[in-house]
């Protein structure tokens, strides 16, 4: 006899939640996004590769955070339709991993 | 000659930048590394196994002293599907008293090593992200910070797999409308969760003691839409780091999120009890290099050098995934090459030499290699037949079904027709596992 385990998984959001940041004012982001290149974009490709679900199409169009970004970059390489620019935060902010 | 602020200045502080920056600083050289983290290491990721003993050459007895959680003493490589599992778990009581690897947290990890360079009188600068160089008649002569330049002879570039100034500079990466950047053909995305666990449950569930540890690594075999991944876990002193890798072509076609991926993987029947219990403590993310040589930018030029993930000397073959040790082994050799260039006052040509002490210690033949396997570890059969084709046979053979018993050629050859695998296809894929990997 055994009892099967059963692990829930998290929601994204939740996940971030464990995470800590310093936000940085919103016209320092690190990553900027012209949108208005997006609502040509064939494929939306940041939606599904970003890992903290920055970017989302809410109706019908692209939207961008900075404030959940975790600093991989995938973005930037995810785009190929010049829309994303991706900068390193300015010195104590963004992500800080306890883990890493 | 000018007089600049340093001999050398390393910008980024993880294993690349440290292993270049305290054999210079012992050498007597006068050496700034600046890191983008404020706090030290905070910035730092990775999948969480440091394999070889590099290290030892720059810090003596240094597994004694630094941060580890466990030894690696066994590893898991295995395939899964919706329901079956089929796993090689070698393990030897030689590994113990060998240094083969060891699974750490990098945060710590890095944030030792920087007071390690510190100590050996590396002049260490946080919250700093560096993302372009000054240059002086074609050579390179320090960073810039905010307009600000600090002056070097010679520059290493150590900022990782999401390196900017490899791709500011355009020492690599490529144009896509209007800017440089890697392709994603030459990136994996690696996402990890960290679970806190006991250290006796751990010991448990892995059939390990402590401070001994396993790394496991599987294909997953279940991902929908053709899309290619591997799960990784690594036990540490205290918790398990949980990961997947994703090939990000396949993802672009196959449409899944990144971020449920690793939920897939981490509520598969056979891996959710292993981490059952355990609280998350933290989610995180890193892209890794694997565009074996295309992937690789220019390395050495008039001023400067690029070490580790920001040269993309990093080894992955779906089994193997190897980071760290090369970026050790890349950021002593650009040491050497500085230490030799500054005898001969700096000149142009001796930063070339990079290249051929890079050669000689095997790095970029390991890289070159990768030009081979590429075709074994990102195969859509890999990933997504053979896991069904070879459970489907150790079932038939293995398990018993009340059937007449059937030779393991009928097996074989009914399971290959279920997968849709000619003879010639399962030939010919087996021949590149055994001559690629």
Same mark, same amino acid.
């Given at each position: =006899? ?9 929601e ?5 939640g464990?995470?800590?940041?310093? *936000? ?17 974009? $064939? ?5 599904? !590769? ?10 019908? +169009? ?14 930037a ?22 883990e890493? | 000659?000018? #007089? ?10 993880? $294993?690349?930048?440290? #292993?270049?920056?305290?054999? @210079? ?19 730092? &990721? ?20 630094? $941060? ?14 919706e329901?079956?599992?089929? *796993?090689?778990?070698?393990? *030897? ?48 002569t ?40 890697? $392709? ?8 990890k969760?960290?679970?806190? @666990? ?15 540890? &396993? ?8 991902? +929908?839409?053709? &899309? ?8 540490? %002193? ?7 890798v994703?090939?990000l072509? !396949?993802? %672009? ?24 219990g ?8 890193? @892209?890794?290099?694997e565009?074996?040589? *295309? ?9 400067y ?16 995934i ?9 950021? =002593? &050799? ?8 500054k ?27 990768? #030009?081979h396997v590429?075709?074994? #570890?990102?195969?859509e ?48 894929? =087996?021949?590149?596992?055994g001559?690629?990997?």
């Amino acid at each position: =006899m055994g009892v099967e385990v059963v692990i829930e998984r998290i929601e994204i959001k939740n996940r971030l939640g464990v995470v800590k940041y310093i *936000t940085d004012n919103e016209k320092y982001a690190h990553i900027t996004v012209d949108t208005t290149i997006c609502e040509h974009c $064939p494929h939306y490709f940041c939606t599904y !590769s970003c890992p903290a679900q920055c970017f989302k199409i809410m109706g019908g +169009k692209l939207v961008f955070i900075y404030e959940d970004c975790i600093e991989c970059g995938t973005c930037a390489i995810a785009c190929d339709q010049g829309a994303v620019t991706w900068h390193n935060p300015r010195g104590p902010f963004g992500v800080i991993y306890k883990e890493g | 000659m000018y #007089s600049a602020d340093f001999d050398v200045i390393v910008v980024g502080g993880g $294993p690349a930048g440290v #292993s270049a920056a305290i054999p @210079l600083a012992k050498s007597g050289m006068n050496v700034l590394l600046v890191d983008r983290a404020e706090q030290k290491g905070t910035k730092s &990721v990775s999948g969480g196994v440091l394999w070889g003993n590099d290290l030892e050459k720059i810090i003596l007895d240094w597994n004694k002293e630094a $941060p580890i959680e466990r030894k690696i003493i066994a590893k898991r490589i295995g395939m899964l599907t919706e329901t079956d599992q089929f *796993t090689m778990d070698y393990r *030897t009581k030689q590994w113990e008293n060998m240094n083969v690897g060891y699974s750490v947290l990098r945060v710590k990890f890095d944030s030792w090593l920087l007071k390690k360079a510190e100590e050996s009188g590396v002049f260490v600068i946080n919250g700093s992200p560096i993302e372009k160089l000054a240059w002086n008649n074609g050579r390179v002569t320090g960073i810039i910070e905010s307009g600000e330049v600090t002056t070097a002879n010679s520059v290493i570039v150590a900022d990782g797999a999401n390196s900017r100034i490899v791709l500011n500079e355009k020492f690599g990466g490529v144009n896509i409308k209007g800017k440089t950047e890697y $392709p994603i053909e030459n990136m994996a995305l690696g996402i990890k969760e960290v679970y806190k @666990l006991d250290e006796k449950t751990i010991n448990d569930r892995f059939n390990i003691t402590y401070p001994y540890g &396993v790394a496991s690594e599987y294909l997953l075999g279940f991902l +929908k839409n053709g &899309v290619m991944g591997g799960g990784f876990l690594y036990t540490n %002193k205290e918790s398990i780091s949980l990961g997947v890798v994703i090939n990000l072509p !396949s993802l %672009k076609k196959g449409k899944l999120y990144s971020y449920d991926i690793i939920e897939d993987y981490k509520t598969h029947p056979f891996i959710a009890p292993l981490i059952e219990g355990g609280s998350l403590v933290e989610y995180s993310a890193h @892209l890794i290099p694997e565009g074996g040589p *295309t992937g690789v930018p220019k390395l050495a030029g008039n001023g400067y050098l690029v070490v580790g993930d920001a040269a993309s000397l990093c080894y992955s073959n779906g089994v193997v995934i190897q980071g760290m040790n090369y970026a050790i082994r890349s950021g =002593m &050799v650009a040491a050497e090459t500085l230490i030799n260039a500054k005898k001969n006052n700096w000149v142009d040509k001796s930063f070339q030499e990079y290249i051929y002490r890079l050669k000689e210690n095997h790095l970029l033949e390991d890289i070159e290699m990768l #030009s081979h396997v590429d075709r074994f #570890s990102w195969n859509e059969r890999l990933h997504h037949t053979y896991p069904y084709l070879i459970t489907d046979i150790l079932n038939n053979f293995i398990g018993e079904h009340g059937n007449p018993k059937k030779h393991i050629r009928t097996i074989v050859k009914e399971a290959r027709k279920k997968q849709g695998i000619s003879n010639l296809t399962l030939m010919r894929d =087996m021949l590149s596992w055994g001559w690629r990997l």
